[in-house]
C-alpha cells in the first residue's frame, strides 16, 4: 500500500507512517536529489506525524541530547551532508548538560574513515518568541564561508563549489522586521552560532567565528522514545524561511 499516495490523511498508526517516510526518501539522497514533487509528499508525510507528536515539552525533554543522523533535509550545504562536490552525512549533536549544538558533516559518512569534515559549532536557548531581524553581517558571513571554501579544498572553483558557498550564505541571511511569534521555548530553541571548522584528513584547514547575534530558531515539531526527530529551522522563526530536518539517533 502506497501510503503517500493512498492513505495522507487518513487515521495511521506511527509505524505506519515512518515505514512510508523511510520509503520515500531512501532513494533521495538524504534529500539531496528529491524532486519537488517527492518533497511535497515527504513534507506531508511528516506533517502526518507531527500531529502525533508524543512529548508535549520536546524541546525541554532529555531525549533531545545525543548523536542524530540527517535522513532527510531540505536544507543547504552543509547541513544537507554536500560540501562542494563532495557528499557525506550529516549529523546533529546535542550536548544538554553543555547547552551546545553542532552540526558536522563527514566525508564520505563513516567517521572513522572520513578525510572531510565541516563542523558548525553553537550554543542554544529557550526562544522566546521574538522573531530575528534581518542581519546586518551578510557580506562578512559571505566573504568568510568563501575564504573557507577557497583555503579548505584548495581547487579551482567549479560551478558546483559556487552554488555551494552562496547556499552557505543563505542560511544566514535575515529577513522581516521583529514581530512575536506563538510559539514558546517548550518547543523552540533560538541556536546562536559561534564557529566553522573545517578539516582535511584531520588537520584544521580553516576556523572562522561568527559575529555575536548571528542566530536561527529551531523549532522541535516531534520527538519520540524510539529515537526519531524532527526539525524545523528557520532563519527568523517564520514558518515561510525554514527548512526540514529528519533524524534518528544515532547507536
Not at 531512501?26 to 513534507?43: C, E, H, K, M, V
Not at 542524530?68 to 546533529?92: D, H, I, M
Not at 562578512?140 to 568563501?146: L, M, R, S, Y
Not at 530558531?217 to 527568523?236: K, P
Amino acid at each position: 500500500l502506497n501510503v503517500a499516495t493512498a492513505n495522507i490523511g487518513t487515521e495511521l498508526s506511527v509505524p505506519d507512517i515512518k515505514n512510508e517516510i523511510d520509503n520515500q526518501i531512501q532513494t533521495t539522497q538524504r534529500g539531496l536529489s528529491a524532486s519537488p514533487q517527492r518533497q511535497a509528499t515527504i513534507d506531508e508525510l511528516i506533517q502526518s506525524l507531527e500531529k502525533k507528536c508524543p512529548i508535549k515539552k520536546p524541546a525541554r525533554s532529555p531525549l533531545m541530547g545525543g548523536n542524530w543522523v540527517v535522513e532527510y533535509t531540505t536544507a543547504p550545504p552543509p547541513s544537507n551532508g554536500k560540501l562542494g562536490p563532495f557528499c557525506g552525512v550529516a549529523r546533529q549533536v546535542i550536548d544538554l548538560e553543555g547547552r551546545t549544538y553542532t552540526n558536522y558533516l563527514s566525508v564520505p559518512g563513516d567517521i572513522k574513515k572520513e578525510w572531510l569534515s565541516a563542523s558548525l559549532e553553537a550554543t542554544f536557548e529557550e526562544w522566546d518568541g521574538e522573531f530575528l531581524p534581518v542581519d546586518n553581517n551578510d557580506k562578512t558571513i559571505k566573504g568568510d564561508i568563501q575564504q573557507v571554501g577557497n583555503t579548505s579544498l584548495n581547487v579551482e572553483r567549479s560551478k558546483d563549489q559556487s552554488n555551494w558557498l552562496e547556499s552557505l550564505g543563505s542560511m544566514f541571511k535575515g529577513n522581516n522586521a521583529k514581530s512575536k511569534s506563538n510559539s514558546s521555548g517548550a518547543n523552540s530553541w533560538k541556536v546562536n552560532f559561534k564557529t566553522l571548522t573545517i578539516k582535511v584528513f584531520g588537520f584544521q584547514v580553516i576556523q572562522k567565528k561568527f559575529d555575536e547575534g548571528t542566530s536561527r530558531i529551531w523549532q522541535m515539531t516531534y520527538l519520540d522514545e524510539a529515537g526519531t526527530r524532527i526539525v524545523r529551522a528557520a532563519r527568523t522563526g517564520k514558518e515561510e524561511d525554514s527548512v526540514l530536518f529528519y533524524m534518528k539517533r544515532e547507536d
